[in-house]
């Protein structure tokens, strides 16, 4: 047991762990590759278009690897290493000879550069753990966009910012550690945006309740979570929920029908986009 | 012993939603007092890593200062038992009772004799066990273990206690006032303190040097259950011995802060040696302990000083209640700790977090414990312990992911996607999923099919 996964972790090298890896700022006319998460590609592609679309507008040249399917979180988080290892493989086969890969997704960033261990440790698996960026990080830290001139927002938001984005790759403070400087890079972006308003609600990084298998296997409880989230949420009088997970708001979102909540939900993507209002 | 179902047992625990708002509220108001002690120590995060790095020196040097500890204790007057199991410490506890015909032990909460099940072990034997600590007792009293290391009791109500006083000692229960029901306790429980011929305690830390072993207290109760007999007897896991006294300073800035967003607890108390004419046991348990030190994984887990913080601030933990885990220890830490025990009993556990991350950076002295949540699953399904609808779902999953023509022809179709894609978007529970939420519907076009259209 031991040996099999000290090979795999291994190779995480460790300039993949926390913030993302450098690449030259600004860089223009980037070839990056495109990872629509499989829940976007069938639930939301919505999302995976105003990704495409805001790429583009940035003028990056974008692929799209159309053998792709997932990065195998759902079959690794659930401990399936064996199961979740020819999805692995096979992303590796989509994705590494791509210098720079893309997805709007925290979580599946974070698999792919901190998790991604259930194919054996190999240079293009090392590559593609140091070469993936969750789409925020893409235009806060590399491209480093500052306006978004074609978009307009004229409601109150909530911005939710999920777990593995917080704490998996840093993308925003975390109230656990109180002595640190607040930050977020989804806000900061999202502030560029016309007329955008945010609110405040209490425990703003608070797990929602998706947590993957979890949100089945453990029903009652994430239900319970993202029940008491929207609640925090309503109280603020926000219009709209934004996220840069679509998963949580997946979740987020089966609850609020439930409850017959009006409260609206965008992935950040589509506000930056210039969502049509 | 069929697997403890933590899923099953919190679903009850939110029907009834009393008692999950009651549980929410009071531990996210110790995280937020934790959150605001912390911010006033400007060099906490400093001191987390000082924690740590004393902890893992001290583990991986354990042997040392055993014994340093040991020739100290000896040195000061102690007895020092060793026991490698639970079993072994408890006959070791009833051997020095009953030698000395003590009959009646009063004794302070102390984790180490639940994981040994020690109550029950002395009871069946004749010998009357009172819990001192306000919480413990109140747990004892209702035949419950304690459902949170810091506050044994804290999923009851005052309305729950007065009940339970009410039935017990005849109280008004009416009276839910807790100066009342603390009252009550005090004049039905200090009688059994006087009249003990035993007491006992565990202890928060050991430190090597002195041979001196420390409890945190706010009721003062351990220093009555140490103090008022002359025969005490104190039990203490290996992993709490620490090196030097000036080691204690960092961990008591951060337990009580951890814990409650105290400062202090009223009571540090510092035991080194017996009272005039009196009797001192200190028992060093390992039950488990050096084992877990040989895992390369999990070894870090033994750092733990039992705040109790993961679990305040665990948003599973808070809408469970933490009798769910049907474990002594509960909540983040009890998912990492209790495999140890039994891999089987414990098999689920692992599985119930979302693997926020929000446990690991509370941790005073930071144990990854989300990372081993994480590795745990992977010891389950390895050693065979994977629920088996969940085993088959991700073995689908595995398939139909890993192949790009099965997974364009379970996205593509929205007849299909109906009855594939739930298996592994949302792992084959439709019905799990739709309890308590709307299903999401799947697009009319994938992105895939958008992009084939618009920009091929």
Known sequence: ?277 | MSAVDQAKNAAAFIEDRTHEQHLDQLLWMMRTRRDEAASRVPEWEQLRDLASQIKEHTLSHLAHYLEMFESSAKANGVTVHWAQDAPEHNQIVYQILSDRNADSLIKSKSMLTEECETRPFLEARGIRVTETDLGERIQQLDNQPPSHIVGPSWHKTTQDVANLFARVYGSDKEKTDPVYLAHVMRVNTRPLIEQAKAGMTGANFAVAETGAVVTVTNEGNADLSANVPELRICSVGLEKIIPRNEDLAVFIRLLTRSATGNSITQYTSHFRSPRKNGEMHIILVDNGRSSRLGMEKFWRSLKCIRCAACMNTCPVYRRSGGLSYGSTYMGPIGIIMMPTFDAHRYSELPFSSTLNGSCTNVCPVKIDIHEQIYAWREVMEEKHQINLVKKEAMIVAGKVLSNPLLYRIAADSTETSLKVLPRFALYNHLNAWGRHRDIPQPAKETFHDWYKKHRS
Not at chain 1, 65 to 85: H, K, V, Y
Not at chain 1, 118 to 128: L, M
């Open chain 1, 1 to 277: 047991m031991a040996t099999k996964r000290q090979t795999r972790q291994s190779g995480v090298p460790s300039v993949a762990r926390g913030v993302g890896p450098t690449l030259s700022p600004r860089a223009t006319l980037m070839q990056v590759a495109l990872m629509i998460p499989c829940y976007i590609d069938m639930f939301y592609p919505e999302v995976g278009v105003a990704t495409l679309e805001l790429l583009e507008k940035l003028k990056v040249d974008v692929v799209y690897p159309f053998d792709q399917t997932c990065c195998g979180q759902p079959m690794a988080n659930s401990g399936c290493f064996e199961e979740a290892q020819a999805t692995e493989e096979l992303f590796i086969k989509n994705f590494s000879r791509f210098d720079c890969i893309v997805t709007p997704s925290g979580s599946c960033t974070h698999h792919l550069r901190n998790k991604f261990t259930a194919v054996p440790d190999s240079p293009e698996r090392r590559k593609i753990s140091a070469s993936v960026y969750d789409f925020v990080e893409f235009l806060h830290d590399v491209l480093q966009v500052r306006e978004f001139p074609w978009a307009n927002f004229k409601h109150k938001v909530a911005l939710h910012t999920s777990c593995s984005a917080i704490r998996g790759l840093g993308m925003a403070s975390m109230s656990e550690r109180v002595n640190d400087p607040k930050f977020s890079k989804p806000k900061k972006l999202l502030e560029q945006v016309a007329g955008i308003q945010f609110v405040d609600f209490e425990r703003p990084d608070e797990c929602c309740g998706f947590g993957g298998t979890f949100s089945v296997t453990e029903e009652a409880v994430a239900a319970k979570m993202g029940y008491d989230k929207l609640e925090f949420i309503r109280k603020s009088g926000a219009d709209y929920i934004v996220s840069s997970d679509m998963s949580c708001l997946m979740h987020l979102q089966g609850c609020a029908r439930r409850l017959g909540a009006n409260v609206k939900f965008l992935h950040i993507a589509q506000v930056l986009n210039g969502v049509a209002q």
